[in-house]
């Protein structure tokens, strides 16, 4: 349990936190590696029925962002 | 997912702006630091809470009184009376928690656990809720009743 890397799946708005996301990566901001990004067009874009999904499959935590 | 079990802190929602990188790296590393304390998440020990709640997310019901929202605190309902913002959240938890019940009695029924009691073991809520909200899935169809078994009613789902 010790080593114990959580799943994420991060649900990012196109706009605003991919882009801080990708902004991040650019100026080499360290931020943990965790997280599997799902691009979507507008948080508003995410249905709650996404995040249910996403822990069927075995995920261990969500994020939305926008 | 705090009605399912799953817990609330599992899901973070956060707003972070295109030009605000360094939040995007705090939110990052706080969201994995605090589902790293919950531990590991084991979907299959929650099938039946996970398939519930997708059912009652994706199903009409909440979708309809969730699209309500403006036009009954803004313009009123057919009454002309106008919901204040409260009073509107405590009917969609009220709504959101029977339709999650009833939801998990048809998953718990579709797997085969067909009485009152066999149902209220396996989902843990009260037989007096459970007959209630039968009675509720029957009138929709979507669950019927079978005859009895020794003096048990069987429950079957459509």
């Known amino acids: 349990m010790e080593n114990f890397e959580p799943k994420i799946v991060a649900f990012l708005c196109n706009w605003c936190a991919y882009a801080g996301a990708d902004l991040a990566g650019v100026s080499r901001l360290q931020y943990p590696s965790n997280m599997r990004t799902v691009r979507v067009m507008c948080s508003g874009r995410v249905d709650p029925v996404f995040i249910v999904k996403a822990f069927k499959e075995g995920c261990d935590g969500a994020l939305v962002a926008g | ?158």
């Open chain 2, 1 to 158: 997912m705090e009605l399912a079990g799953i817990g609330a802190d599992r899901l973070h929602l956060a707003w972070v702006s295109s030009a605000e990188a360094q939040r995007f790296a705090e939110v990052a590393t706080d969201t994995v630091e605090s589902v790293r304390k919950q531990g590991a998440f084991d979907p299959k020990a929650f099938a039946l809470q996970l398939n519930a709640a997708e059912r009652t997310l994706g199903g009409e019901t909440l979708r309809w009184i969730v699209g309500k929202e403006v036009a009954l605190t803004k313009k009123g309902d057919v009454y002309g009376r106008k919901w204040d913002e409260e009073q509107f959240g405590t009917v969609l938890n009220s709504v959101l928690e029977r339709e999650y019940h009833k939801n998990l009695i048809y998953c718990a029924v579709s797997e085969g656990f067909t009485s009152v009691r066999e149902i209220g073991k396996k989902i843990g809520l009260d037989l007096k809720r459970i007959s209630y909200l039968l009675a509720d899935l029957e009138k929709t169809n979507m669950v019927a009743f079978q005859g009895m078994e020794d003096k048990i009613p069987v429950f079957a789902a459509l």
